[in-house]
Every structure is written in structure tokens, then in C-alpha cells.
């Protein structure tokens, strides 16, 4: 014998037509002695009329207007501001999951440069330390304008679509020894050991968060996807050397070919002014593309134009990441004043 | 074009291709919206962000789900954004689902009256807007939208189980608010009083 709140629960069902024949023959038996029941199907039914005829007409012009902000859009490649502020592409705990990333290799290079440090373990090190990042810690405090201003449609979106190119396998991002960037080949040249792979890590500048729950660690499998704000070439520890922005975004080909000018190939690699560079990633952001954003920590930095307000903070920061690599006689601390930043833009090869 | 040719060529970039998407399911969409909010202004933002959410979506959509899924989650969660920070607005940090109050929502007059001059209609209209938040939406996708159990599951990223008894703790909850407002007539069971 079933309880009245189980005979609900038939009633329930009933109405959407997906009650069994011999539960139903049990619920009419049931009802036709119990009035209590009979009542809440008649109320239910009464709900269910009411209900069924409720869908109301989008206001006259409706599709026009989304019309015209989807033409709007589609007309400047590069996201209106509009979007730029009301997206978050990408769940907060990857955003700070590369920002302590970051950090951790800071920490690191730091160590190093207090432990003198040797050639050729710190690349092992820094690659486990984000390696390592890139499964723990999220931070628990994710109250910012981004997620002030941002829509769960925008993060359905990055959820329900944005799961795809980067593999697992790629963390960390190479960059081509013979990228043709002139001026990379330029740096490597000088200052890199040609042979010793680069190592790159994430970076973010949410550098006012540094809250970090592991517990929020949901080991999520899908692919990792970074991404950083704007301002994060301001931190001290992106201003030196090459910042990478590796996608197969098929927005990323069709804007280095309306922008450059260029075909998009595989593993190509695409200098960009740190306004084009913003454009870009603004771009992926908006549209919830995913993307793998990295830089080198040890190499010198090349000549660019694109930075001049670093601070000398900035300069010690470079330089204790830079002397476990470099011995210091190789560099004398005058080329590193400057310490500017290459963007380039990678299709994920 | 069917509506998965569509879905690809909006996906490619064409905006025509969208526009009859936009078309198609524009009532719809605008009705979950307005459904779930209670308010017709706020209804056409959120309609108008779920579709460009889409738009910006589609070029990496796979079609997992169907498109109508897809756009009613980007709805749905869309709305209930909307609701948070209504509730926010209003003072309350408490983001749990079902504490989730909708008393501040606007439920005055708008043009959707016309269509909700029966009594009966309207009465139950106001009472859907004092559900919880989850029962709302799994009763507005259920009877307005008309979605089958399984489509309600794939929108809400639930099971079925879930997706059967939420909607029938739902009919329940919003019979109870319509009891207690003196909107039914019927008999109230002894577990309800």
C-alpha cells in the first residue's frame, strides 16, 4: 500500500502521460476512496490547463534587435565592449588555478636564486610545479567585476562548448625554436641555449586574489584551458620575454586573415602588437574559445617596444628568476632594463 | 534548410542562417524567460543574452545536445543568473536554490496580460513566481515549454529520477501556494496542513 505523498508522485506522472497501466489502475482504485487524493488530482489537473497554455509571444521586434547586435558583432571581429564586460568565458577556478601556477614558478625561480640554482633541473622543476598547479588550488573568493558583470549563459557556453582543442599533453607550450618571428630567432641566438627546450608557464594578473582553496580542486579531466586578464602584462613577471597565445580557434584564423593578412597554419606563429594581442584574446575570451596562455620565465628578454613602465621591482623579479639560468657573467644587468615583451599569437599545431 | 543545416551555417558565421533560428524559437525562449523572471522587460534581456550567448557559442558547438537543449540551458541558466543578482541587489547574500525568495520579482502589469485574462490563469502565473527557484524552472520546461523528461534532464544536466520527482515536488509546492492564497477550492491532504 502506498502513502498519499507516493500516490502524488502518480499523479504527477500521470499528467505527463507517463504513468504505467497498472499504476494507473492502482491510482483510481486508490482515488476513489480516498478523497484527499482524488482532490489533488483534481487541483492538479485544474494546474496542468492552466499551465499548458502559458507561453507568451516575444515582444514585436524581438528578433530584430538580437538581429542586430549579433550583425554588430559579427561586423567588428573584435568584441564590443559590451561583451567584453559581460563574459567570463572560462570557470574563475582555471583563471586562478594559472594564476597560482604562475606563482608557484615564481616561488620557485626564487628559490633557486637563493640556492644557486643549476641549469637544466629548474626547467624539470618549473614544469612539475605547473603541472601540479593546473590540478589544485582554486580560489574560493571569486567575487570580482568579471563575475559581477558575468551571465551563466556566457558560462554555459564556455561549459557546453568550450571543452575542446587543448589537449591534456600540452600544458606547457613550446615555443618553436625556428617560429617565424624574426625577432624570437633573434633572442634565441643570443641568449638561449638552442638546444635546451624553453620552458614557459601560465601566467594571470589577478594578482589581488590570492586566496587558494584546494578543497574547490575538482580535477576536472577536460582539457585545461587558460586564459588571464588584460592587465597581465603589468605584473612583474610577465615582463620579460615572449607571451604566447597558443588556439585553434577558428576566430583566431579568421582574425590573423582579416588583421595580418595571413594564412593560419598549424604550429605558425604570428607577431602581434600588445593591442592586437588584447584584441585577440579579448576575442577567444568572449566567445568562450579555448586557449593555452604561456610565457618563458628564463630567457632574455628581446627588444620590443611594446612596454616601458616597468618598475624595478619588476627588474629584481626578472633578474632572480633569470640567474639560476643563467650564470651571471653572461648578462650584465644594463640589457635587462627594459625587459620588454613579445606577443604572439600560435596556431596550435 | 533543416535546423541542423541551420545550426551549421549560423555556426560558420551566417547571420541569416541565425536570424530564422532567432525566429523560430523566439517565443519560446522569450516565454521560459519570462516565466522563470516574471518580469516582460527583464525577459527580453535575458532572452536577448541567451541568444547571443548562442551566437558566440555556436562556432564551438557540438551538437551533443540538440540545439533547442542547448539554447533552453543558455535560457534557463541565463534566468537564474538574472534571479541571483536580483537577490543580491535587493541585500540578501544567500544564494541557496531554495531559499531563493521571489517576492521582490516584478509581477505587475505587462503585455503578456492579454494572454492571462482568465482568472485561473493568472492566478497560477503568480503562484509559479512564488516557487522556488527549481521548481519553477523544471515545471515551466515540463508544462510551458513542453520538454519530455529526458530534454528537462539534458537541460538541467540531471537524471531522469531527478528530473520525475522534482517536478512532482513542484506541482506539489505550487498546489500548496494556491491553496494557502484561497485560489483552489480542493480538499487539502493532512500531510499539506
Not at chain 1, 139 to 167: C, H, I, M, R, Y
Not at chain 1, 194 to 216: C, K, N
Not at chain 2, 102 to 118: C, K, M, N, S
Amino acid at each position: 500500500m502506498r502513502t498519499c505523498e507516493e500516490y502524488e508522485a502518480l499523479i504527477s506522472a500521470f499528467i505527463d502521460g507517463a504513468l504505467a497501466d497498472e499504476d494507473r489502475a492502482e491510482l483510481m482504485a486508490h482515488m476513489a476512496e480516498c478523497p484527499a487524493c482524488q482532490a489533488y488530482f483534481d487541483d492538479q489537473i485544474a494546474i496542468h490547463d492552466a499551465l499548458a497554455d502559458m507561453e507568451v509571444k516575444a515582444p514585436e521586434g524581438f528578433a530584430d534587435r538580437v538581429m542586430a547586435q549579433v550583425r554588430q558583432e559579427s561586423r567588428q571581429a573584435p568584441v564590443s565592449e559590451k561583451q567584453e564586460k559581460k563574459t567570463v568565458p572560462f570557470p574563475l577556478w582555471r583563471r586562478y588555478a594559472a594564476m597560482a601556477a604562475c606563482c608557484a614558478i615564481v616561488a620557485i625561480a626564487g628559490f633557486w636564486a637563493f640556492n644557486g640554482g643549476q641549469l637544466g633541473t629548474g626547467n624539470v622543476a618549473a614544469d612539475t610545479a605547473l603541472m601540479d598547479s593546473r590540478s589544485a588550488p582554486v580560489v574560493e573568493n571569486q567575487e570580482n567585476d568579471a563575475a559581477e558583470s558575468s551571465t551563466p549563459a556566457d558560462a554555459a557556453v564556455a561549459d557546453a562548448v568550450g571543452d575542446a582543442p587543448l589537449s591534456d599533453e600540452q600544458p606547457v607550450q613550446e615555443a618553436p625554436a625556428d617560429a617565424p618571428v624574426p625577432e624570437t630567432d633573434d633572442r634565441a641566438a643570443e641568449g638561449q641555449d638552442a638546444g635546451e627546450p624553453e620552458t614557459f608557464s601560465v601566467t594571470t594578473a589577478d594578482s589581488e586574489t590570492d586566496r587558494v582553496d584546494s578543497a574547490e580542486n575538482r580535477g576536472d579531466s577536460s582539457p585545461e584551458q587558460y586564459a588571464a586578464k588584460d592587465s597581465f602584462v603589468s605584473t612583474a613577471y610577465a615582463t620579460a620575454g615572449t607571451v604566447t597565445l597558443t588556439t585553434d580557434s577558428a576566430l583566431a584564423e579568421a582574425w590573423v586573415a582579416e588583421n595580418l593578412g595571413q594564412t593560419w597554419e598549424a604550429g605558425a606563429s604570428y607577431a602581434l602588437t600588445v593591442e592586437q594581442f588584447d584584441q585577440v584574446q579579448a576575442l577567444l575570451e568572449a566567445n568562450g574559445e579555448s586557449f593555452l596562455l604561456a610565457m618563458p620565465m628564463e630567457e632574455e628578454a628581446p627588444v620590443s617596444d611594446s612596454l616601458d613602465d616597468d618598475t624595478e621591482e619588476t627588474e629584481e623579479a626578472l633578474e632572480s628568476s633569470e640567474e639560476p639560468i643563467e650564470p651571471a657573467d653572461d648578462i650584465p644587468a644594463e640589457e635587462e632594463e627594459e625587459a620588454p615583451v613579445f606577443y604572439v599569437l600560435q596556431a596550435a599545431p | 534548410m533543416t535546423e541542423q543545416e541551420l545550426v551549421r551555417a549560423a555556426a560558420g558565421g551566417d547571420t541569416e542562417a541565425f536570424a530564422r533560428l532567432v525566429r523560430t524559437y523566439e517565443n519560446k525562449i522569450y516565454s521560459l524567460a519570462f516565466r522563470m523572471c516574471g518580469s516582460a522587460d527583464d525577459a527580453g534581456d535575458i532572452a536577448q543574452e541567451a541568444f547571443l550567448a548562442a551566437w558566440r557559442g555556436l562556432p564551438s558547438f557540438r551538437g551533443d545536445s540538440g540545439f533547442a537543449t542547448w539554447l533552453y540551458r543558455l535560457t534557463s541558466n541565463a534566468a537564474i543568473d538574472y534571479l541571483r543578482r536580483q537577490k543580491k541587489q535587493r541585500g540578501d547574500m544567500s544564494l541557496d536554490d531554495e531559499e531563493l525568495g521571489l517576492d521582490a520579482v516584478d509581477t505587475g502589469p505587462g503585455p503578456q496580460d492579454a494572454a492571462e485574462r482568465t482568472e485561473v490563469r493568472s492566478v497560477v502565473a503568480a503562484g509559479l513566481q512564488e516557487l522556488s527557484e527549481g521548481h519553477r524552472q523544471v515545471l515551466v520546461l515540463r508544462e510551458i515549454q513542453g520538454l519530455s523528461y529526458e530534454e528537462i534532464a539534458d537541460v538541467l544536466e540531471v537524471d531522469l529520477g531527478t528530473v520525475k520527482s522534482r517536478i512532482s515536488r513542484a506541482r506539489s509546492a505550487l498546489r500548496k501556494i494556491l491553496l494557502q492564497k484561497g485560489n483552489l477550492s480542493g480538499y487539502l491532504p493532512s500531510n499539506l496542513k
